[in-house]
């Protein structure tokens, strides 16, 4: 009962944070501008969250935190309502989003389509901030006792896993963490001082910023993908959102997927190295098994809309979990969580939850905060989004990249920024011309860094022994884990599995 | 499996090569770096043994482009050359002008380039366009989040302007209370 009672003090310590007046207000603005953003057809959460990342940099690390929360929960559904709207998913996870809920938009419900995500997100939201509360602290309290040879194993697990699951090939995958690990090393070595990977360049001393990175892979490569297809003859429904309050008809064929949707996303989002798309996937699956007549999934069936979304919301928001304790971020969207954390001059790990309780419990509370507003913002707001949908590519790309320039200007207020984004831009769209996916890079280039000093510290602890990662028995099951994922992966039925889940996934 | 032939229309020949290339740069860079003993890493360990490694992943997926055929997803598409000049030079535009030029007309080059991929040139539009984005550009960034850019070129002449837009920014300023 003792633990109990600490948990629901820390809760209530976490909403006095969360709602002291200006936190409300930096959720609401993160919210609101995450929304904006993460509508745009076209921007995933990850290039919206470097694209707003910048403006937060002036706030206090709680204040700024809370607000990137609000961005990154506005983007995700921000995401869906696109999804819903125009058969354009602006990020990968709402995929799934698109199957029903388009075809819901098609019949003339989209209001129901819409409601209901908001409904089953608010829900997961909540039942998975507890889920945060409860399973936060024991696990920083496991994470405390972790030495260098199991953050290694740890990272190498995490970074396997998001191999494991990203879409496409798992070599290239692989390669593309490797790639990211080296872009990673670019700069001064702490260790000796000394120079790597810098050419010479006195301005990439101090390495690239991930948001250069994130911006110009997510963002830059991204523009030019869509620039390959001239895309103003898109679908959208925008005079038949109507009916934004549900039925209760709806809720009552729902309720079950946004339970079962809620709890697959909270499982999946604990894991490291496993996004959302994974979770809101295994969601559509699992509802087309279990529904009774599942002729309807594919041509707007509003369990197909429901179950996935929970899903969606609740791994974007157990995702947390590893990010807050471990410092281990599962998706690219967490990596740049963790990178603005460091920004703040927070070091990421166990130790945040016991050094900086008003950090973690007022973000805990916030992220409550922020569904709660994300759902009485939205509705209302349904109208304005429709109207920004309606802006031609031609009009926004120009529009993302000024904000892409004056936001990498803004980093160090030099010029330098912006001309590696310009410069890693076409690097990242020569990887996605060759299928490689830019997600696992930037978990490598974030991890890089913290793996080289792990590795450095646990070979100087064993003597130079390798045998140290295969000896610690946490460290070892870490290693487990990551050859089992490998390996599952490899045996060829599980593989067609895999290939079918992600059939359909345009990426993005 | 397909028979033993040169792809160069598989995805993963490309890859391969890409990953290659870079491990072979990391690997070349590294060899000035002091290795060290595993007890004590040396700056040149990690990234050597990085190389190593993406040379390994790079043959491994290069060499299926030899083996076998590419699926639908796997076969090289084109190239958007024309967007891909356009974007990172508008960028690059935006950038060397921004700390010489000003604000006003790094956005406008900036505009014009980018603007230069789409098809149909609509004068109207772009106008707008510029505007609209100047706007939140001078008042959010530069006056809101005090981005440092100069707005003209010219320290006197920018100033004049300058000191009138800062005039008609005063209410936007105390809004952000910088």
């Known amino acids: 009962m003792e633990f109990i009672n600490d948990i629901f003090g ?60 609000g961005i990154y929960y506005g983007a995700s559904y921000g995401g869906s309502t696109t999804a819903v709207l125009v058969n354009l998913p602006g990020e990968s996870s709402s995929v799934v989003t698109c199957l029903d809920g388009h075809a819901m938009a098609k019949n003339g419900r989209a209001g129901h389509a819409l409601a209901i995500s908001a409904i089953g997100s608010f829900f997961a939201g909540t ?19 972790f030495g260098a040879p199991e953050y290694f194993s740890l990272m190498t697990f995490g970074l396997i896993a998001s191999a494991v699951l990203a879409r496409g090939s798992l070599m290239k995958a692989l390669g593309m963490i490797v790639v990211g690990l080296l872009f990673g090393i670019i700069g001064t070595d702490v260790n000796s001082g000394m120079s790597r990977f810098t050419f010479g360049l006195p301005g990439l001393s101090d390495g690239i910023g991930f948001v250069v990175i994130a911006m110009a892979f997510f963002g830059l490569g991204e523009i030019i993908k869509n620039l390959e297809t001239p895309n103003d003859q898109r679908q959208i429904f925008t005079d038949k959102v109507s009916g934004l309050m549900p039925r209760w008809v709806d809720v009552k064929d729902s309720a079950g997927a946004i339970v079962r949707g809620t709890l697959i996303g ?28 599942n002729s309807q999934f594919g041509k707007g069936d509003i369990r197909g809309v429901a179950g996935p979304e929970s899903a969606n919301n609740a791994a974007a928001q157990t995702a947390f979990i590893p990010t807050l304790t471990l410092g281990i971020p599962g998706s690219g969207t967490m990596a740049l969580m963790l990178g603005a954390l460091m920004i703040q001059g927070i ?17 805990i509370a916030s992220m409550w905060v922020g569904n709660l507003m994300l759902v009485i913002l939205n509705l209302p707001l349904i109208g304005m989004w429709v109207q920004l949908l309606k802006v031609p590519y031609r009009m926004l790309f120009p529009a993302i990249l000024l904000f892409m320039c004056i936001g990498t200007y803004s980093l160090n207020n030099s010029i330098q920024d912006p001309l590696l984004m310009a410069f890693f831009g ?83 | 499996m397909g028979a033993f032939k040169f792809r160069s229309y598989h ?38 043994y990085l190389g190593y490694l993406m040379i390994t992943v790079g043959a491994i997926v290069g060499a299926r482009s030899f083996f ?105 300023r105390l809004m952000f209370g910088s």
């Not at chain 1, 070091?347 to 973000?363: C, E, I, K, N, S």
């Not at chain 2, 990172?88 to 006003?104: E, Q, Y």
């Open chain 2, 68 to 172: 076998t055929e590419p699926t639908d997803e796997e076969r090289t598409t084109k190239w958007a050359l024309v967007p891909l000049a356009l974007m990172p030079a508008s960028v690059a535009m935006f950038a060397i002008l921004i700390d010489t030029m000003g604000l006003v007309i790094a956005v406008a080059s900036m505009l014009l380039l980018a603007n230069a991929s789409v098809k149909n040139f609509r004068p109207v539009e772009l106008i707008g366009n510029f505007i609209v984005l100047l706007a939140i550009a001078y008042f959010v960034f530069q006056r809101g989040l005090g981005v440092p850019f100069h707005t003209f070129w010219e320290e006197s002449f920018g100033k004049a302007v300058g000191e009138l837009l800062h005039l008609i920014a005063t209410p936007v």
């Open chain 1, 347 to 363: 070091a990421p790990g166990p130790q945040v939850m016991t050094a900086r309780p008003d950090l973690f419990w007022g973000l």
């Open chain 1, 426 to 508: 076409i690097v990242g769209y020569a990887f996605m011309k060759f299928g490689c996916e830019p997600a696992p890079m930037l978990l490598g280039f974030i991890l890089g860094p913290l793996m080289e000093e792990n590795l450095r510290r646990a070979l100087l602890i064993s003597r130079g022994d390798p045998t140290v990662f295969f000896t610690r028995p946490i460290s070892l099951a870490f290693l487990i884990l990551a050859a089992l994922s490998l390996l599952i992966v490899v045996l060829p039925a599980v593989r067609k599995k895999r290939d079918e889940a992600f059939q359909g996934d345009d990426g993005g």
């Open chain 1, 127 to 145: 039942v998975c901030t507890l889920v945060i509360a409860f399973m936060a602290p024991p696990l920083a309290e496991v994470a405390l006792k």
């Open chain 1, 266 to 293: 909270g499982g999946f989002g604990i894991l490291p190295g496993t996004g959302p798309i994974v979770a809101a996937f295994a969601s559509y699956a699992v509802e087309k098994k279990v529904a009774r007549d």
């Open chain 1, 10 to 69: 820390n809760l209530i310590m976490g909403f006095g944070v969360a709602l002291s007046l200006e936190n409300v207000l930096y959720c609401f603005v993160g919210c609101l501008l995450g929304t904006l953003v993460g509508v745009l057809p076209g921007i995933g959460p990850v290039a919206a969250i470097a694209l707003l990342l910048p403006t937060t940099f002036a706030l206090p690390p709680v204040g700024a935190m809370i607000m990137l929360a």
């Open chain 2, 11 to 48: 995805q993963d020949f490309w890859a391969g090569l890409m990953f290659l290339g870079l491990g072979i740069l990391a690997v070349y860079l590294s060899k000035d770096y002091p290795l060290g003993r595993a007890m004590r890493m040396g700056p040149g360990y990690f990234p050597t």
